[in-house]
């Protein structure tokens, strides 16, 4: 694989990492956001793959795998399970922040991810480098999504796309990711969602409702 | 003397002349004789001013006239751009008040002083040392004032618009006051080459001090967000005439004010300065023309137009001074701020003056009683027609050229200037065209609504078109609007060489009669082959249809009424109609109070008797930021009222505590 | 202003005016077909055109000289658009003109004088659809500008030619992250502009949901065929632009008959297939809601901030 075609790939896989955190901002329905948050673990197991293919990593290749097999197929399908569970109100029905408003924050938080990943991206000017900042924009984000979205099963794809850009912002460091460090955070990362799911199953029964607000209700 | 000391002189002899005909002459004759010299001064000025850019400097010394620091007068080039401007529009609505202020604003002080208004203008940018900018700046400001409170005994809101400005432009002259006597206290004496020596020298927190203190004082008098509270209040209550000068001239003062501290005397300076800038600057334009969308008021709207359009000149100006080691994108955006401002001063003079005529003619500047004044008000209603098409930024119109220009500047930004222009390049673009695509539906509401479709008040519906001497003023101010969206080159080569000079590099803008062609990036326009194309396209299209397609006559016919017998006006949209769903749209930010009272039938709650409902859009950093201010003010006030116990002896003692409290202080202190 | 200028200056107002109404012909037997109707073919729209010439020219009570001169203006502009632009020939006969902005502000201008001639009727209908218009305008703009920043930082220039001849040399621009959410952005805002599902319903007359229809209901004989014709036109011209600010190949580069044709018809085939897809969309879409209209405008707007952000860091 050239160089340029490396490159050219690395950056359109990028852009759907990015595409696809702002879709997930922007669409309510429990159903799409999985559909989403599917295709962006495949942009992301691109973004692996093209890092194994350059630099030659038979780890590299094993971490785009896993990532592939837990973020396309079996954490989509713990999520569709949730929120098969849930029933017809699958749907984030009232952000906190209304989506017009929500998706111009987004704008001005990649913004602010370019303006502080600039020192990263100087350290080492390479190709991958350079796309840092989409990274750092997707944790950002997916930390937006996280504090907007009153019920559980969004706030989970909130935080499983932080951890997205957390892990694209590993692969885009030149060094790469272990593949221990890799398979930690990805078992982690399925303890968090069984945990959250089961959350999500308890409050159901007892509230009725995934509508994280009722949890105020355990206070007192 | 110099040709443009010379012009100067004339001007200014002119208009004190004018000064004493408005305080002596006879009623019949007032309106007239002031008009008359007063745009006479004003094209004195002009070509004083045309003639300083071109490059006849003039330079003169008055040490005795004021105490301590004397007067100096320089004009230089960017001297010239501010002074012809104000001359243009001085003459323009000094012709077009020999009609109008003779009906409305004859009386003695208010002539007497527009005249003294126009001079003072003048000598605030021709000032060539601190103290006499800021007397001139006082006696602007002070005659301004005399002007806004012409009408002050027909209508209370007046009076209530007078005060806000009185306190607004004196906040901003102490402001300024304060910028100015820090930088004078670092230099040798107060004369403006004195200052260029000592901005070497000063510290970066001085030089800070000094910038920020006078951005927010001229920005104060710019209409700046969130210092422009007074703007949208005093222009309107002005007699059209004033207004026009106000907001067209006396607004660009503010402008002037921080290039020429800013960029010529501090010299560029910190980039923080500039992220300041740009970032008030694309706050005002976006809230600017967000409220003139919702104003219902044809001169509010205006007024709030020229916050919008002095945060656009605000936009160019702080990238000029962000991506100052980038020279070409630096001249480019300082050129096309100017630019932008030229522009406003001519399409700003044109509406205000129609909006003018509109309340003479109607009797109301309402444009939900407005409507259907192309019939009676043929004149008018093209000029307004034409302002609103310059100012909305659409081809072939005067803003049209100067946006591109800005947005021009704002896309050659490279990544190099560094992530903060980075950053702030795609937000004020986004800032610049959001406010482009409001300014395009406020002046299609402005115009549709004001003068089209059919009148909705009887006022409306009587009205009859101005004197000649009136429609003439607005026939020039609309000429130059026609000249400058067309042959922007003529200009532009001169303020491109400005720009150059303000910040000491190459020329952004290269002419060659027609294209306006960008010098050191890649970009160029044609307006004139852009008007012509369109202009030639209307016409063939108008020829083939006539002549080819179709050769019936026209045949009235009745508007379809849904079968349900003659529309009425009551049916038609409004202005507050109109701007609803911008309104829900902008919910958030404008927070609109809407009330809706229900009157219930007494036979039955099902049955409505009447609705009343009631649309409100206040100004909402004049309530979070004015008002809990004002109440801690007259809390302190209330307090100090307990010192003012009406005895003379207190008083004095006062004074003399005072002084020997400060006599103790130096005693001790050296 | 060269040979290929010329040509093409002379070739795409024809063309546009000469396709326009086809392309709305087919679109609408798309829909037809997908919804199960024979559909009446797609020489349709031109039957109508000729139909509406061929009728008296009426001037409502009321109305004044804005109404009678807003359709001519629409198309104009729509025609100088055609004129300048690059769709089927890479050079433009007036190369100071064919500037993205300039371009984009032209066709702004053309929907400005309509929503004036709808406040010109003094009708609740004009005034409503002018409302309605103004406010898509309003909120389009800020996306198109900076989907337009987002193609011509790569460049270093908004002259469209430039634009065209810059990806034809570089084809791997196309499918660079920023064009591509740039092209997304546009998609929705062309959507918006030219009037189509789901901002507006191009064949609604219910009154609460007209947007565009609701400015024109006044227009009847030969002034609603140069309203018609001019809204084909417009979505032509927009689409053609779309194509060719991302798919510029095929286009002609020289001015020989046959690179000329070729363009022509590379213009045909672009064109027709990017209709074609709205419409097989259209047909699973339903119209929004008005105030639900600025949500959809604020995601393109993101994508297109994200387009110009993208065009910076990976720069």
Request: proline share 5%; glycine share 10%.
């Amino acid at each position: 694989m050239s160089e340029t075609t490396y490159v050219q790939l690395l950056y359109l896989a990028c852009g759907g990492l990015l595409l696809t955190s702002v879709l997930m901002l922007w669409r309510r329905e429990l159903a799409v956001l999985i559909r989403v948050f599917a295709v962006q673990g495949f942009a992301l197991a691109v973004i692996a793959g093209l890092a194994a293919l350059h630099h030659g990593g038979i780890e590299l290749g094993a971490v785009a795998v896993g990532i592939l097999v837990l973020r396309v197929g079996i954490l989509p399908w713990l999520l569709r399970r949730a929120v098969a569970a849930v029933g017809p109100a699958s749907r984030e029905t009232r952000p906190l922040v209304n989506v017009a408003a929500s998706l111009l924050v987004a704008a001005v938080l990649t913004l602010l991810a370019y303006a502080v990943s600039r020192p990263l991206v100087e350290l080492a000017p390479a190709a991958a480098t350079s796309a840092i900042p989409i990274g750092v924009a997707v944790v950002l984000i997916g930390f937006f999504v996280l504090i907007t979205r009153r019920r559980a099963p969004s706030q989970l794809v909130g935080f499983l796309l932080m951890d997205n850009g957390i892990t694209a912002v590993g692969l885009l460091t030149t060094a790469g990711v272990a593949l221990t460090v890799e398979l930690g955070v990805a078992l982690d990362v399925l303890l968090a969602v069984l945990v959250l799911q089961i959350l999500t199953g308890r409050m159901r029964e007892t509230f009725g409702d995934t509508d994280v607000a009722e949890l105020r209700e355990l206070h007192d | 003397m110099n040709p443009t000391g010379l012009a100067l002189g004339v001007a200014l002899v002119l208009g004190v002349f004018a000064a004493v005909l408005g305080a002596a002459t006879r009623k019949h004759l007032r309106a007239r004789a002031v008009g008359a010299v007063t745009a006479l001064c004003g094209a004195a000025g002009t070509i004083a001013g045309i003639s300083a850019m071109c490059g006849t400097r003039y330079y003169a010394a008055f040490p005795a006239l004021l105490p301590l620091s004397g007067v100096t007068i320089t004009v230089d080039s960017t001297s010239g751009l501010f002074l012809a401007v104000t001359g243009a529009v001085a003459f323009v609505s000094a012709v077009y008040g020999v009609g109008y202020a003779r009906a409305d604003a004859n009386g003695r002080l208010p002539q007497a002083v527009f005249p003294l208004f126009v001079i003072t203008m003048m000598l605030v940018v021709s000032a060539g040392n601190v103290g006499a900018l800021l007397v001139c700046w006082e006696l602007m400001a002070l005659c301004s004032l005399v002007l806004v409170l012409t009408e002050h005994h027909r209508r209370p809101e007046v009076a209530r618009a007078g005060r806000w400005y009185a306190v607004m432009t004196h906040l901003g002259f102490v402001a300024i006051l304060a910028g100015l006597l820090v930088f004078t206290a670092a230099a040798d004496d107060d004369t403006f080459p004195a200052l260029r020596v000592a901005a070497h020298h000063l510290s970066p927190t001085t030089a800070s001090v000094v910038f920020v203190a006078t951005l927010l004082g001229f920005g104060s008098k710019a209409g700046v967000v969130p210092l422009h509270v007074w703007l949208p209040r005093a222009h309107p209550e002005a007699p059209s005439h004033v207004s026009a000068l106000m907001s067209a001239a006396m607004v660009n003062l503010g402008v002037y004010g921080i290039v020429r501290v800013g960029f010529d005397l501090l010299g560029g300076g910190q980039r923080w300065w500039w992220l300041l800038t740009l970032a008030l600057g694309g706050i005002s334009a976006v809230y600017g023309i967000l409220h003139a969308a919702m104003s219902t008021d044809l001169k509010r709207l205006l007024g709030y137009s020229t916050t919008e359009n002095m945060g656009l000149v605000l936009i160019g100006l702080g990238a000029a001074g962000l991506v100052a080691d980038d020279p070409v994108v630096a001249g480019l955006a300082l050129a096309a701020a100017l630019l932008h401002m030229v522009n406003h001063a001519a399409f700003k003079t044109v509406l205000f003056l129609a909006a003018g005529s509109v309340q003479r003619g109607a009797g109301s500047r309402d444009l939900d009683a407005l409507g259907g004044l192309s019939g009676p008000m043929p004149f008018t209603t093209a000029a307004f027609g034409l302002g609103a098409l310059a100012a909305s930024a659409l081809p072939p119109g005067t803003a049209f050229v100067s946006e591109w220009l800005l947005l021009q500047a704002l896309i050659h930004a490279r990544p190099s200037a560094g992530a903060a222009a980075v950053v702030m390049m795609p937000i004020a673009v986004a800032a610049v065209a959001l406010t482009a695509g409001l300014a395009v539906a406020t002046f299609v509401k402005a115009f549709g609504v004001g003068f089209l479709g059919r009148p909705r008040s009887a006022g409306a519906a009587a009205a009859r078109e101005s004197p000649a001497s009136m429609t003439a003023a607005l026939g020039i101010a609309v000429a130059v609007c026609a000249v400058l969206a067309v042959l922007p080159t003529i200009l532009l080569s001169q303020l491109g060489s400005l720009a150059s000079g303000l910040l000491r590099t190459g020329s952004p803008a290269a002419m060659d009669g027609i294209v306006v062609r960008l010098v050191g990036v890649s970009g160029a326009l044609s307006p004139l082959m852009l008007a012509v194309v369109s202009v030639g396209a209307a016409l063939g299209l108008v020829a083939v249809v006539r002549l080819v397609l179709t050769r019936q006559a026209r045949r009235a016919a009745r508007l379809w009424d849904c079968g349900a017998g003659p529309l009425s006006a009551r049916m038609e949209y409004t202005a507050t109609s109109f701007a609803e769903p911008l309104q829900r749209v902008f919910d958030d930010v404008v927070q609109p109070e809407t009330d809706v009272d229900v009157t219930h039938a007494r036979e039955s709650a099902y049955l409505v008797e009447a609705i009343e409902f009631r649309n409100r859009v206040l100004d909402r950093i004049e309530r979070w930021l004015y008002t809990p201010l004002l109440r801690a003010v007259s809390v302190w006030a209330a307090a100090a009222r307990r010192l003012a116990t009406g005895s003379v002896h207190r008083y004095l003692g006062y004074g003399f505590y005072t002084l020997c409290g400060l006599l103790i202080l130096l005693a001790v202190t050296r | 202003m060269s040979a290929l200028g010329i040509v093409g200056g002379v070739v795409q107002p024809l063309a546009v005016v000469a396709g326009s109404p086809v392309l709305v012909g087919m679109m609408r037997q798309v829909r037809a077909r997908l919804e199960g109707r024979a559909g009446p073919g797609i020489a349709q729209p031109w039957r109508d055109l000729r139909k509406l010439f061929g009728k008296e020219p009426i001037a409502p009570r009321g109305t004044g000289v804005v109404f009678r001169a807003a359709p001519y203006a629409l198309v104009a502009t729509t025609l100088v658009v055609s004129f300048v632009a690059p769709l089927a020939t890479v050079d433009s006969p007036l190369d100071p003109v064919a500037d993205l902005f300039a371009v984009v502000a032209l066709l702004t201008a053309g929907t400005v004088a309509l929503a004036l001639a709808g406040l010109d009727t003094g009708t609740a209908f004009g005034g409503m659809g002018a409302s309605r218009e103004m406010t898509i305008v309003a909120l389009v703009e800020p996306t198109l500008l900076v989907a337009v920043f987002a193609l011509s930082v790569p460049v270093g220039s908004t002259n469209l030619a430039a634009i065209v001849s810059s990806t034809l040399r570089d084809p791997a621009r196309a499918i660079s992250p920023a064009s591509l959410l740039a092209a997304v952005a546009l998609v929705i805002v062309i959507v918006a502009e030219t009037g189509r599902l789901p901002v507006d319903n191009p064949s609604t007359h219910l009154e609460l949901t007209m947007v565009h229809e609701a400015m024109v209901l006044e227009y009847a004989g030969p002034d609603l065929a140069l309203v018609e014709l001019a809204s084909a036109m417009r979505l032509g011209v927009f689409l053609a632009l779309l194509a060719n600010l991302f798919v510029p190949w095929g286009i002609a580069t020289t001015a020989g008959p046959f690179a000329v044709l070729g363009g022509v018809l590379a213009l045909a085939v672009k064109v027709v297939v990017l209709g074609l897809a709205l419409a097989v969309g259209e047909v699973f879409l339903a119209k929004l809601r008005l105030f639900r209209v600025p949500e959809l405008l604020a995601g393109s707007f993101l994508l297109a901030l994200l387009a110009v952000a993208a065009s910076f860091f990976l720069a």
